[in-house]
């Protein structure tokens, strides 16, 4: 399993990013995908989950209302739309899969991506 993750790079308060999860070796339809992300100093926090299936999708309060999670199982990329984006937003994003049900089940992820800078500056 690889997962590719994409589209980091430096936005102004306020703007916008659109971070994509690539994956190989998998078909991500069949598997419970969330995006993580890591501040400087910070504990890797789970911010966005969707497992196969499920009609839902997590967000966590940080990111709710900013930031969409979907999923293009034709091309097995999964996107993270960050609208509004806020200075503590900045970090490095990380997609990963895992097949439990829960999907804010943080630890029982699975495979990584590499994770992918994101910098929210004026």
């Known amino acids: 399993v690889q997962l590719q993750a994409s589209g980091g790079g430096l936005a102004q308060p306020g703007g916008s990013l659109r971070l994509s999860c690539v994956a190989s070796g998998i078909s991500l339809n069949y598997y419970t995908i969330g995006w993580f992300r890591q501040a400087p100093g910070k504990v890797r926090e789970g911010i966005s989950c969707?497992?196969?299936?499920?009609?839902?999708?997590y967000y966590s309060d940080s990111v709710k209302g900013r930031f969409t999670m979907s999923r293009d199982n034709a091309e097995n990329t999964v996107y993270l739309q960050m609208n509004s984006l806020k200075p503590e937003d900045t970090a490095v994003y990380y997609c990963?899969?895992?097949?439990?049900?829960?999907?804010?089940?943080?630890?029982?992820?699975?495979?990584w991506g590499q994770g992918t800078l994101v910098t929210v500056s004026s």
């Open positions: 990963a899969t895992g097949t439990w049900r829960i999907c804010s089940n943080w630890s029982t992820y699975t495979s």
């Open positions: 969707h497992s196969a299936g499920d009609t839902n999708t």
